[in-house]
């Protein structure tokens, strides 16, 4: 088996020139470094999903270490939470773009509260949700159906 010459042809998402030197002289730490940042990245949403869903920051420890000697209330609560979560985690997953503000504004709040860890793991959302595709600026207007020839 051969290393393709360029990481690009790898369909790895390659972010910098130190993964790409690495990429050409290992694979190994750089794709693991590209899985750490994709874990990061997923972390960040759950973070910014447990506060969504407590709907304030003093309530983080109670979703986080609840009582010993759990009922089955508790359990299912747990359960329903941690659903909530992890669906409003994958709905703000499928288009970032769309949750800009709300992405900044969660991760501001975690900070503000003190929440340092999950707020810079939020950062990570955040910041990719910031970055821009060309069709953001495309001012050209799409054809009418039958203009295009």
């Known amino acids: 088996m051969t290393t393709p010459s360029n990481p690009a042809d790898t369909g790895h998402d390659v972010r910098d020139a130190q993964d790409v030197q690495e990429v ?9 470094r590209i899985a750490s ?8 949403l759950i973070a910014d999903g447990m506060l969504a869903t407590t709907a304030r920051p003093d309530r983080l420890p109670r ?9 089955p209330d508790q359990v299912q609560e747990i359960w329903d939470t941690a659903l ?5 985690a994958g709905a703000r997953s499928r288009n970032l773009r769309f949750h800009r503000d709300a992405l900044t504004r ?5 900070a503000d509260a003190g929440y340092r860890a999950m707020a810079g793991l939020a950062a990570i959302p955040a910041a990719h949700a910031h970055t821009e595709h060309p069709a953001d600026h495309d001012t050209d207007p799409v054809p009418a159906r039958g203009e295009h020839w």
């Open 37 to 44: 940042r994709a874990g990061d990245h997923i972390a960040g």
């Open 24 to 32: 050409e002289h290992g694979a190994d730490e750089a794709l693991a």
């Open 106 to 110: 969660l991760q501001g709040e975690l």
């Open 84 to 88: 909530t979560v992890g669906l409003w």
């Open 63 to 71: 979703l986080l270490f609840p009582h010993l000697g759990l009922t």
